[in-house]
């Protein structure tokens, strides 16, 4: 099925862990297996471990994570590191209009959501956001999905999905997800322009745009692009 991943059910809607501010927190992929690994950061540093501290942590090939570690010496293309801590973060690959039936771009829903935030980083647009529930048992659905009928060359539109499944608008709930949009940039182009779009608990459409560059290790922390008139700098929804 092109649509899957819930994202309670993979972790994404849990507090912010408090990892230890005195060492060094990066988002990154891992490169390899759970025998032999290295993690390829946002920052574009390759990290050997060389002390593992969560050895137990299950990691495949191509996991989006968040690493907390400590730097034990530099290296050719990166550093050797203590790895203090690490946790999975919810990756998925964007879904473009035309490729769904009408019932799977039915079940993206059209339940609103908030983006606290989002900026690119490892060929990703990231995303924190919060919503509203009440059972935690119940999985909720997210999805980014390419508007491509009001997208064009120089202007990719994408549009944050939520699905609640009929769960009802009690508590907050923060989530973080990572979309890889390495796909979207046209072919020959090394950047592109991306517009997020969201509808929010008043109902009213936001967004916010940021030029998007492949494998560009000085991304910005933010979109940074021309946001909409109600937005704040941190796209507050």
């Known amino acids: 099925n092109t649509l899957k991943g819930n994202f309670d059910a993979d972790g994404a809607v849990v507090a912010h862990p408090a990892i230890d501010t005195l060492k060094v927190v990066e988002d990154g992929v891992i490169v390899g297996t759970q025998d032999a690994y290295t993690i390829k950061t946002d920052g574009g540093n390759t990290l050997t471990v060389i002390e593992n501290l969560v050895p137990s942590f299950p990691v495949v090939d191509g996991m989006r994570v968040r690493v907390n570690y400590t730097i034990e010496k530099q290296t ?3 550093f050797e590191v203590r790895l203090n801590a690490i946790e999975k973060i919810l990756s ?5 209009s035309t490729k769904l039936t009408p019932e799977e771009l039915t079940a993206l829903g059209n339940d609103p959501i908030d983006v606290e935030d989002a900026w690119f980083g490892g060929n990703y647009l990231n995303v924190n ?3 509203f529930r009440f059972d935690p048992s119940l999985a909720h659905f997210i999805n980014l999905l390419v508007d491509e009928q009001n997208s064009t060359a120089d202007n990719v539109v994408v549009i944050l999905k939520h699905n609640a499944y009929g769960d009802p608008a009690t508590s ?3 989530g973080r997800v990572s979309f890889d949009i390495s796909g979207l940039v046209p072919a020959g182009q090394k950047s592109v322009k991306i517009t997020l779009k969201w509808t929010n608990y008043n109902n009213v459409e936001r967004s916010d745009s940021g030029i998007f560059t492949l494998d560009d290790p000085a991304a910005s922390t933010t979109l940074t692009g021309a946001k909409d008139e109600q937005s704040t700098g941190a796209a507050l929804g």
């Open 76 to 78: 050719a293309n990166g």
């Open 92 to 96: 998925k690959d964007p879904v473009y």
């Open 129 to 131: 956001f919060f919503v």
């Open 172 to 174: 907050l709930a923060f």
